[in-house]
């Protein structure tokens, strides 16, 4: 499966800062999805990111506040604009890889955010 | 709304011993996958069930797939402290034509030693 690196792998940032979290694989994939974890629960689809268009965003979660940019194939950022201490979870990209049986997606190591 | 719920959400158990977790979803589909997370860690794969009557087993993990009663089930068979970990399942509602994911509340799983 592919490997999928995502910088910082934590933070803590003052309210009202943005920080900008970057998702690498290192193979050539089509899908790409971000997902926000609050602390202690599940995973909530935040936006698919397609190479070469917008990114689709999932109800409640709008670009301004959650600006996504998908320049290739192997590289996506994801950032969270104007912080509060709301924004306090982790943030995962995923990948669904050509080969991979239906649907099935592979998850990066994470994105720790504490807004204080 | 498209719902997926687990039960229990939490499970604290003997090692040696059976039980099942249980995900129910709310809408039609044929597509589910359970993953386990470490704490700290991100998800890693365990299986996909890709039609009615699919069964995936791994070492001490099994699950299932009845799409008619919107239900799979992983069974834990002889538990030992390494299964302890959250377990979530999670739905591909087939909007779109595009591949997506609705996640399950998770089930925390502690085995006792």
């Known amino acids: 499966s592919a490997v999928i690196s995502q910088k910082p792998s934590r933070d803590i940032c003052q309210r009202g800062t943005s920080l900008t979290i970057q998702c690498q694989v290192d193979?050539?994939?089509?899908?790409m999805f971000w997902y926000r974890q609050q602390p202690g629960q599940s995973l909530t689809l935040i936006a698919t990111?397609?190479?070469?268009?917008?990114?689709?965003?999932e109800s409640g979660f709008v670009i301004d506040k959650f600006p996504i940019s998908r320049p290739n194939l192997t590289f996506s950022t994801l950032t969270v604009s104007n912080m509060s201490p709301e924004d306090s979870s982790i943030y995962l990209c995923?990948?669904?890889?050509?080969?991979?049986?239906?649907?099935?997606?592979?998850f990066g190591p994470g994105t720790r955010l504490t807004v204080t | 709304e498209l719902k997926v719920e687990q039960n229990p959400l939490f499970l604290s158990m003997q090692e040696g011993k059976n039980y099942t977790i249980y995900c129910n979803y709310s809408?039609?589909?044929?597509?589910l996958y359970w993953y386990r997370q470490d704490p700290g860690k991100s998800l890693e794969s365990l299986f996909v069930?890709?039609?009615?009557?699919a069964v995936k087993q791994e070492g001490r993990l099994m699950a299932s797939l009845d799409t008619k009663a919107r239900l799979s089930t992983l069974h834990i068979t002889a538990a030992v402290h390494d299964l302890s970990a959250t377990y979530f399942c999670?739905?591909?509602?087939?909007?779109?034509?595009?591949?997506?994911?609705?996640f399950g509340t998770g089930t925390r799983l502690k085995v006792l030693a």
């Open positions: 809408t039609t589909s044929d597509r």
């Open positions: 193979s050539q994939v089509t899908m």
């Open positions: 995923s990948v669904e890889e050509p080969a991979s049986v239906a649907g099935q997606q592979y």
């Open positions: 069930l890709l039609s009615n009557g």
């Open positions: 990111a397609n190479q070469g268009s917008e990114a689709t965003y």
């Open positions: 999670a739905v591909d509602p087939l909007l779109s034509g595009t591949y997506k994911y609705i």
